[in-house]
């Protein structure tokens, strides 16, 4: 009886790569990096729920607040007189006829309610200020207006003014508290409603 004949199969030369496994391996891995990547948290996305977009601004300031007015380079407008008795406005004939500015330099110039006027000034270390000698136009002044230039005139000749800064309001008092004024300012430094425009001529 004829052996069945074997015959051996060849054996892999173990130079040559092994290349199927290596190319899938390639496959699997391009279409990993070619997956698409799982959407980023609503937080990161502006206009949606989440965390802003942008830093938030800080607390607002309330609506109206403005800075205190510094005492010079402001023009001030008298709104009232003071006396031992308080504070008394100003007549409605003589609203916003008087206001007056000081300077760093040291002067005042302005409307004493019907002339104008101009002065030296003095600022001294506790905080008042003193009027020098007033030079004043010489139109003749009645009525409310004549009024106000006289009372003004008076104070100013006083000497040494306790001064007092309250948000944009100005008081003047003269040193035995019998006399002095109120005024004002608006916040973009205009005067308050109803004064003369500097250097006008009063009616």
């Known amino acids: 009886m004829q052996k069945p004949k074997f015959e051996p199969k060849p054996m892999r ?11 899938a391996l ?3 891995l391009a279409l ?3 997956a698409p990547s799982p959407a980023s ?14 830093s938030p601004a800080g607390p607002a300031s309330p609506a109206g607040a403005a800075a205190e ?6 023009r001030w407008t008298v709104t ?17 006829a008087a206001y007056f500015t000081l300077t760093p330099e040291g002067s005042a110039s302005g409307n004493l309610g019907c002339n104008r006027f101009s002065a030296p000034v003095a600022y ?17 002044c009645t009525g409310p207006r004549g009024e106000v230039e006289r009372a003004l005139t008076a104070l100013f000749a006083t000497g040494p003014l306790t001064v007092r800064l309250t948000d944009r309001s100005l008081q003047l008092t003269a040193a035995d508290g019998a006399s002095g004024l109120t005024a004002a300012t608006t916040p ?16």
């Not at 030369?13 to 190319?23: F, Y």
């Not at 007015?69 to 402001?74: C, Q, V, Y």
């Not at 009027?131 to 003749?140: C, I, Q, Y």
């Not at 004064?195 to 001529?201: D, R």
């Open 41 to 54: 948290p609503a937080r990161d996305r502006p206009g949606r729920p989440g965390t802003p977009a942008v």
């Open 188 to 203: 973009d430094g205009a005067t308050t409603a109803g004064a003369t425009t500097a250097g006008a001529q009063p009616g």
């Open 69 to 74: 007015a510094p005492l010079t380079g402001t």
């Open 80 to 96: 009232g007189l003071l006396g031992r008795a308080g504070a008394t406005p100003l007549p409605a004939a003589a609203r916003g």
């Open 124 to 140: 001294a270390p506790d905080g008042s200020v003193a009027f020098g000698p007033v030079l004043a136009t010489r139109m003749a």
């Open 13 to 23: 030369d173990p130079a040559r790569p092994v290349v199927v496994p290596v190319l």
């Open 26 to 28: 390639a496959a699997v």
């Open 32 to 34: 990993l990096a070619c």
